[in-house]
C-alpha cells in the first residue's frame, strides 16, 4: 500500500486532472491511496465566502464562481457532470445557511471542506471511467477533537475506523486531505495545507510501504525560489533534518507530517508531477552526511521587549510568567533574547495575540512592540553562506550558534 497527495495547484485545471491520472498509472497500483485538496485556489475562494455568510451578506456570486469553477474542470475531463458532485453544491448551498456569525470557527469547518468533497468527486468520477476506483468521505474515518479549524486527531479512533474502511473496499481509494469530522458529525479541519497531514495519518494507519507528496517543484529545495536565486535540491534528508526546517518556517510540507511517518520509518518522497523523471528528494530516518545550508525567510514578524518595572533583575521567576502567558496564548517564539532588564521576542505578527499579551503583562512590564520586521535563519550555515543576506539593512536582534544563525531586521 502507498499513499499519494496532490495539492490545489497539481490539480488546477483539466490538464492537471488528466496529469495525476497519468501519474497513477506510471508509479500507482491497485492499492494505491490518493488523498486530494481542493482545486487550484479554492479554498482561498471558500474562506471569502465564510466570511459573507457569517455576516449574513449577499453570497450567490462567490458561490457562483465556485461552481463555475469547477464545471470548467468537469466540461474538460467528463462527459456529465457527475451526481455525487451535485450533491456538494446542494451541501454548501445548505452550509451557507445553518452558519452564524457567533460559532465562526465552527461555520469556517462547515463550509470550506467542500473544496476537498467536491475535488475528489470529480477525480473519482474521472478515474473511475477507465477501472476501479472508490470515493472515501475522509471524514467517515479521521476523527478529531471539537478545536475548529486546527482540529487534533484521535489517533485511536481513527486507525480503528481506517483498518476497518479499508478491509471493506478494493481497488483504488480517492479521498480528501484536510477534514475530518468530531465526535457529532460536525466537520473539522486540520489547519491551512493540512493535506500532507492527512496523507501521513492514511500511512501511518494503514502501515504504508511509503508516501509520496506530488509537488509543482523539484524536490524540497534549500530556500525558496520566490526569494533566493540558485536554490539547490536535497536528494535526501532525515525526518529529523526536515523537522528542524520546517520548525524555522520553511514550507516545504505541513509540519505535523512528519512524525507520524517517522513513528512508522515510512520513507516520504517529494517529487514534481511536472517532470515524471526526476527522483525528487527522499526523506527516511537515514541520516545524511553534510547538509548544503538551507535558508528561510520569514516577514511580517513582531518584537516584544518586556522590561522589569521595579529594578530588579530579568530572573528566571518573570522569565516563567512571561512563557506561561505565551504558552497559553498558543504563541511560538521564533526568536529571543535576554538581558539584565529585558526580555525581548519575535513571533509572527498577529495583532489579536499582540493585544492579549499586552492585556496580561502589561501589569507586571513595560511592554513595547515593533512590526512588521523580517526573520531569517540559515540552517547548516557555511562561511559563504551569509553573503545572501541583505546586509544593508538594521538589526535588531541576532544569534549565532554552532549550526544556525539567525537575524531579525528592519
Ligand atoms: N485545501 C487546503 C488549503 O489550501 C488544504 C491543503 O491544500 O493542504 O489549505
Ligand atoms: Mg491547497
Given at each position: 500500500m ?16 488528466r496529469?495525476?491520472?497519468r501519474?497513477?498509472?506510471?508509479f ?12 487550484g ?7 471569502e ?7 449574513g451578506?449577499?453570497h450567490d ?17 467528463l462527459?456529465?457532470?457527475p451526481?455525487?458532485y ?6 454548501l ?7 452564524n ?8 469547518d ?5 473544496g ?10 474521472f ?15 479521521i476523527?478529531t477533537?471539537?478545536?475548529f479549524t486546527?482540529?487534533n486527531?484521535?489517533?485511536?479512533v481513527?486507525?480503528?475506523?481506517i483498518?476497518?474502511a479499508?478491509g ?6 480517492v479521498?480528501?486531505g484536510?477534514?475530518g ?7 473539522t479541519?486540520?489547519g491551512?495545507?493540512?493535506s500532507?497531514?492527512?496523507g501521513?495519518?492514511?500511512?501511518y ?5 511509503g ?5 509543482d ?17 536535497y ?16 514550507q516545504v510540507?505541513h509540519?505535523k ?7 512508522k ?7 514534481s ?13 537515514q ?7 538551507c535558508?528561510?525567510?520569514k ?16 530572573n ?20 529571543m533574547q535576554?538581558?539584565a ?22 501589569r ?5 512592540f515593533e ?10 550555515y557555511q ?5 545572501y543576506l ?20 528592519r
Amino acid at each position: 500500500m502507498q499513499i499519494f497527495k496532490f495539492g490545489g495547484a497539481s490539480v488546477k485545471d483539466g490538464e492537471g486532472v488528466r496529469n495525476l491520472e497519468r501519474v497513477i498509472q506510471k508509479f500507482g497500483n491497485k492499492r494505491t491511496v490518493v488523498v486530494v485538496s481542493a482545486m487550484g485556489k479554492m479554498t482561498n475562494k471558500l474562506e471569502e465566502l465564510v466570511d459573507l455568510a457569517v455576516n449574513g451578506k449577499a453570497h450567490d456570486e462567490v458561490l457562483e464562481d465556485v461552481f463555475a469553477y469547477h464545471h470548467s474542470i468537469i466540461k474538460e475531463v467528463l462527459n456529465d457532470v457527475p451526481e455525487e458532485y451535485l450533491r456538494w453544491e446542494n451541501s454548501l448551498k445548505e452550509s451557507c445557511q445553518k452558519v452564524n456569525g457567533e460559532d465562526l470557527l465552527w461555520s469556517y469547518d462547515q463550509i470550506v471542506p467542500h473544496g476537498e468533497l467536491m475535488s475528489t468527486s470529480i477525480i473519482a468520477a474521472f478515474l473511475n471511467q477507465k477501472g476501479n476506483c472508490s470515493w472515501l468521505d475522509a471524514r467517515d474515518v479521521i476523527r478529531t477533537d471539537q478545536y475548529f479549524t486546527e482540529a487534533n486527531v484521535d489517533w485511536v479512533v481513527t486507525e480503528k475506523r481506517i483498518s476497518k474502511a479499508f478491509g471493506d473496499l478494493d481497488g483504488m481509494v480517492v479521498t480528501q486531505g484536510f477534514i475530518g469530522s468530531d465526535a457529532e458529525r460536525n466537520s473539522t479541519t486540520l489547519g491551512r495545507e493540512g493535506s500532507d497531514f492527512s496523507g501521513s495519518i492514511f500511512a501511518y494507519c494503514l502501515g504504508a510501504e511509503g508516501f509520496t507528496v506530488w509537488k509543482d517543484v523539484k524536490g524540497i529545495l534549500n530556500a525558496d525560489p520566490r526569494i533566493m536565486e540558485n536554490t539547490e535540491k536535497y536528494d535526501r534528508l532525515s525526518y529529523r533534518e526536515i523537522t528542524e526546517m520546517t520548525y524555522y518556517g520553511a514550507q516545504v510540507i505541513h509540519p505535523k507530517t512528519l512524525k507520524p511517518l517517522a513513528q512508522k520509518n515510512i520513507p516520504l518522497m517529494v517529487r514534481s508531477f511536472e517532470n515524471l523523471d526526476l527522483d525528487g528528494t527522499l526523506i527516511s530516518s537515514q541520516n545524511t552526511k553534510k547538509t548544503v545550508p538551507c535558508f528561510v525567510f520569514k516577514e511580517n514578524q513582531l518584537l516584544v521587549t518586556a522590561e522589569v518595572k521595579d529594578h530588579n533583575f530579568m530572573n528566571e521567576q518573570k522569565l516563567g510568567m512571561i512563557l506561561q502567558v505565551l504558552d497559553l496564548l498558543n504563541v511560538k517564539i521564533n526568536l529571543m533574547q535576554n538581558s539584565a532588564l529585558t526580555f525581548s521576542f519575535c513571533m509572527d505578527n498577529k495583532e489579536f495575540k499582540a493585544r492579549k499579551i499586552k492585556e496580561l503583562l502589561n501589569r507586571d512590564f513595560i511592554l513595547s512592540f515593533e512590526s512588521p520586521l523580517k526573520l531569517a535563519t540559515i540552517k547548516n550555515y557555511q562561511p559563504d553562506s551569509f553573503n545572501y543576506l541583505p546586509w544593508n539593512r538594521s538589526i535588531l536582534m541576532e544569534q549565532k550558534t554552532a549550526n544556525n544563525y539567525q537575524v531579525l531586521y528592519r
